[in-house]
C-alpha cells in the first residue's frame, strides 16, 4: 500500500487568508479606478462643451459684428446722399428759381436797395 506524505497544512492556512484579503480588495480597487475613469470622462466631457460654448458663442459675436458693419456701412452711404441732397438744396440757384417762379419775386431795382454804414 502506498501512503501519502504527510505535509503540513499550516503554512497553506496562512496563505488562503491572504488570497482572500487580496480579493476582497480587488473589488474595491477596481471600483475606485472605474470612479475615477467616469469621473475623467465626466470632467473632459464637461470641458469639451465648455469650449464648445464658448466657440459658438465667439462666432455669434463674430455674426453680430458683421451684421452691424454692413448696417454701419449702408448708414453711411444714406448719410452721404443726404449730404448731397442738402447741397443740392442750399444752393443759390435752386433757391433763386424758386423764388422768381413759385413766390413770383424778382430783383430789386437800384432805388430800392439801401446801404447801411456801420
Known amino acids: 500500500m502506498v501512503v501519502a506524505p504527510k505535509t503540513s497544512y499550516r503554512g497553506m492556512q496562512q496563505y488562503i487568508p491572504r488570497q482572500m484579503e487580496q ?6 480597487a477596481r471600483a475606485r479606478e472605474k470612479g475615477r475613469y467616469i469621473l475623467g470622462v465626466v ?8 469650449l464648445l460654448t464658448r466657440y459658438a458663442f465667439i462666432i455669434e459675436t463674430q455674426y453680430k459684428v458683421e451684421k452691424l458693419k454692413a448696417e454701419v456701412a449702408k448708414i453711411a452711404s444714406e448719410n452721404e446722399s443726404l449730404k ?19 413766390l413770383k419775386m424778382q430783383e430789386p431795382d437800384d432805388e430800392q436797395i439801401i446801404y447801411l454804414e456801420r
Not at 480579493?23 to 474595491?28: E, G, S
Not at 442750399?90 to 424758386?98: P, V
Open 84 to 102: 448731397v441732397k442738402i447741397a443740392d438744396l442750399k444752393s443759390t440757384e435752386r433757391i433763386e428759381k424758386i423764388a422768381k417762379a413759385n
Open 23 to 28: 480579493a476582497k480588495t480587488r473589488p474595491k
Open 43 to 50: 470632467v473632459v466631457t464637461l470641458a469639451t462643451l465648455l
